[in-house]
């Protein structure tokens, strides 16, 4: 079941959670802080204290051996066997001191910096899990109302036959689109567990051919160009794999290319394996999130100022099928605007092949 909570009750979470989490900081700076400078001093006491033992031994054995007339002068003392074993002993323990604190500093710096890692993972994933139950209430409640709406619509109103079947289809695309946003889910909950794949051999080109004018048909006004290095190209690979891979790359780069989208799509045949590139003209990706937007549930900017809808799946679940196939995807920046999703699938094996 999902809970749908208002802009209010999400802005108020948010304000108490970064509150937390800068008086969090503070606290825990100052406490490091106070340990470093404590820890510091410390130190300098022990080699002090150190010191000052060495001093009243040697002194002390200074006064005997010239009690018992075995130096004349303090020249002497230094070149006894006494004196330097006392001195190798009191320079070993500086070592050990220093040593422990090099350790203790050491210990301190990996533990604050896996502490602040841990901590900053656990604020992303609560940002993420924000985000993601903003952007899916969004994406529920929209169709939901709309197919609501329809259905009031037939019951209070007596519409002629055309109106009926316009609005029926608008029920019909708002079905699609929460029936394809559930499979989005359940696939993603499959890929890192159950998802494996099935090679089988087929056309690459007419596969991303056929897909391109599915697609076009669907965005009329985004220009989408298909250019294969060849006009057949027969590979071993996982077609559903691919197939949710080349919609997911669409769908994502018309997203987020305002206004008519204009979308390249590219196939190279490679030695060891085929080479994808989907490329548009739209918003970009900064350097920064190059990596975190295959992360599920990841999508740039705060979900309640972002106008592109969406719930941070489709990049998740192409990096999942493309690592699952043993390949490589990047994210390049296009020219010159614009992001380049490459991909990289190596050959398959005919052994590997099923047939059923």
């Given at each position: 079941?999902?809970?749908?909570?208002?802009?209010?009750?999400?802005?108020?979470?948010?304000?108490i959670t970064m509150d937390n989490k800068i008086y969090l900081r503070?606290?825990?700076?100052?406490?490091?802080?106070?340990?470093?400078?404590?820890?510091?001093?410390?130190?300098?006491?022990?080699?002090?204290?150190?010191?000052?033992a060495f001093n009243s031994k040697r002194d002390f054995m200074e006064?005997?051996?010239?009690?018992?007339?075995?130096?004349?002068?303090?020249?002497?003392?230094?070149?006894?066997?006494?004196?330097?074993?006392?001195?190798?002993?009191?320079?070993?323990?500086?070592?050990?001191?220093?040593?422990?604190?090099?350790?203790?500093?050491?210990?301190?710096?990996?533990?604050?910096?896996?502490?602040?890692?841990?901590?900053?993972?656990?604020?992303?994933?609560?940002?993420?899990?924000?985000?993601?139950?903003?952007?899916?209430?969004?994406?529920?409640?929209?169709?939901?109302?709309?197919?609501?709406?329809?259905?009031?619509?037939?019951?209070?109103?007596?519409?002629?036959?055309?109106?009926?079947?316009?609005?029926?289809?608008?029920?019909?695309?708002?079905?699609?689109?929460?029936?394809?946003?559930?499979?989005?889910?359940?696939?993603?909950?499959?890929?890192?567990?159950?998802?494996?794949?099935?090679?089988?051999?087929?056309?690459?080109?007419?596969?991303?051919?056929?897909?391109?004018?599915?697609?076009?048909?669907?965005?009329?006004?985004?220009?989408?160009?298909?250019?294969?290095?060849?006009?057949?190209?027969?590979?071993?690979?996982?077609?559903?794999?691919?197939?949710?891979?080349?919609?997911?790359?669409?769908?994502?780069?018309?997203?987020?290319?305002?206004?008519?989208?204009?979308?390249?799509?590219?196939?190279?045949?490679?030695?060891?394996?085929?080479?994808?590139?989907?490329?548009?003209?739209?918003?970009?990706?900064?350097?920064?999130?190059?990596?975190?937007?295959?992360?599920?549930?990841?999508?740039?900017?705060?979900?309640?100022?972002?106008?592109?809808?969406?719930?941070?799946?489709?990049?998740?679940?192409?990096?999942?099928?493309?690592?699952?196939?043993?390949?490589?995807?990047?994210?390049?920046?296009?020219?010159?605007?614009?992001?380049?999703?490459?991909?990289?699938?190596?050959?398959?094996?005919?052994?590997?092949?099923?047939?059923?």
């Amino acid at each position: 079941m999902y809970y749908f909570c208002s802009y209010k009750e999400y802005n108020t979470d948010l304000v108490i959670t970064m509150d937390n989490k800068i008086y969090l900081r503070i606290l825990t700076y100052l406490v490091i802080a106070y340990m470093l400078v404590a820890f510091a001093w410390w130190t300098k006491l022990l080699f002090l204290k150190n010191q000052d033992a060495f001093n009243s031994k040697r002194d002390f054995m200074e006064l005997v051996m010239f009690v018992e007339k075995k130096i004349q002068n303090k020249q002497e003392l230094y070149t006894t066997p006494e004196y330097i074993q006392l001195s190798d002993k009191y320079k070993r323990q500086e070592w050990m001191i220093l040593g422990e604190a090099i350790i203790f500093v050491l210990s301190i710096v990996i533990g604050i910096w896996l502490i602040n890692r841990g901590y900053n993972r656990i604020i992303e994933t609560t940002r993420q899990s924000r985000n993601f139950l903003l952007s899916i209430s969004h994406e529920l409640k929209s169709p939901l109302s709309s197919i609501k709406l329809t259905l009031e619509t037939f019951i209070k109103r007596d519409l002629d036959r055309e109106k009926t079947l316009k609005l029926a289809s608008n029920a019909l695309l708002e079905t699609e689109r929460l029936n394809e946003l559930v499979d989005n889910l359940l696939l993603a909950s499959k890929l890192e567990t159950a998802y494996k794949p099935v090679y089988e051999k087929f056309d690459l080109v007419e596969l991303i051919g056929g897909l391109q004018k599915r697609l076009a048909l669907k965005y009329p006004e985004s220009q989408l160009q298909f250019q294969p290095q060849e006009s057949k190209l027969d590979i071993i690979a996982d077609k559903f794999g691919l197939t949710l891979v080349v919609v997911n790359l669409i769908e994502n780069a018309k997203k987020y290319s305002f206004g008519p989208a204009q979308i390249d799509i590219k196939l190279y045949k490679l030695q060891d394996g085929i080479r994808l590139e989907v490329g548009d003209q739209g918003v970009g990706i900064d350097d920064k999130n190059k990596k975190k937007v295959f992360n599920r549930f990841y999508r740039i900017g705060d979900e309640e100022t972002r106008k592109t809808k969406g719930t941070g799946l489709g990049l998740f679940i192409v990096k999942q099928i493309v690592t699952t196939s043993k390949g490589e995807i990047k994210v390049l920046d296009n020219s010159p605007k614009g992001t380049i999703i490459d991909i990289f699938l190596p050959n398959h094996s005919p052994k590997e092949y099923i047939t059923e």
